[in-house]
């Protein structure tokens, strides 16, 4: 696989899935702009500069993934554009929530809306903010998005109905602006990854529990490795050695969405 050394926009809460990809990225050459809670992203920043010799500084852009102003979000790509020179190669969205788990019964209002914001709003939003920019460049590019399984029918499991419900309409905008965006050269994939144990169902269950039921319960017999597991297939979606793929959800999830219902009754 070729090596990327693209200017890549990405969104991050600072969450060990987005912490290695980024590393990642940085340690292929790609110069980085991050869009999330600043204070948050500074570690990532850190653990790139203190590890990679000569990679490209980090930039950090503050940016409120709860806001419900599509004008604060289309600032924030301003400024992410102007830091790369005017142009991106790629987007990667890698910021979700998906709450606590809890019965559908008990999820508030509030909490509901918080999930659909950060998890739909700010993925719409960011969309059309980069991709409209794309198109103004004229040089097209690839955007990614990331959830968990959960936003898949084969992945669902009990006490996370609001995050699988607004995670589950990525995968339809992904469909639906790859057929909108393709005349401007701009590709829309997504990623759907297994669990780890630092996700909220494997911690709602309990750390060692789920590291001794896991070997039975799914066909690699092991919780993905946010270390190892995703950081190339991030790089291939934005490699030019995916320019054909576009409207496509990838699986990087070891077969746990296939034995979803084993798992279920094992954890």
């Known amino acids: 696989m070729e090596t990327p050394a693209k200017r890549v926009l990405m969104t991050s809460n600072g969450d060990d899935v987005s912490t290695n990809i980024a590393f990642h990225l940085a340690k292929h050459g790609c110069k980085l ?10 570690s990532i920043v850190d653990k790139i500069k ?21 004008q604060v979000f289309d ?23 998906q709450g606590k ?65 607004t995670s589950a309409a990525l995968h339809q905008l992904v469909r639906a602006s790859a057929i909108s965006l393709g005349k ?25 529990r789920a590291i001794k039921m896991i070997k039975d319960a799914a066909p690699l017999g092991q919780w993905l490795n946010p270390n190892t597991d995703l950081y190339s297939t991030v790089i291939y979606l934005i490699s030019d050695g995916s320019r054909f793929m576009t409207g496509t959800t990838i699986l990087v999830d070891g077969a746990q969405s296939l034995t979803r219902p084993r798992l279920k009754s094992y954890m």
């Open 33 to 42: 702009v991050m869009l999330g809670n600043v204070a948050s992203l500074r």
């Open 101 to 165: 788990i809890q019965d559908i019964l008990q999820v508030s209002q509030d909490e509901f809306k918080k999930t659909t914001r950060i998890n739909l709003t700010a993925s719409w939003f960011l969309l059309k903010a980069v991709a409209s920019r794309m198109k103004e460049n004229g040089s097209g590019g690839s955007i990614v998005f990331m959830a968990t399984i959960a936003s898949g029918q084969r992945g669902l499991y009990p006490g996370a109905d609001a995050y699988t419900t």
């Open 184 to 208: 401007h050269k701009i590709r829309v994939n997504m990623i759907s990854r297994g669990l780890h144990l630092g996700d909220e169902y494997p911690a709602s269950v309990g750390r060692d």
């Open 75 to 97: 600032a924030a790509v301003q400024k992410a554009w102007a830091c790369c020179s005017g142009n991106f190669d790629a987007f990667l969205n890698s910021y979700t929530y």
């Open 50 to 70: 203190d590890s990679i010799e000569g990679s490209f500084p980090v930039e950090l852009i503050g940016l409120d993934m709860e806001s419900d102003s599509e």
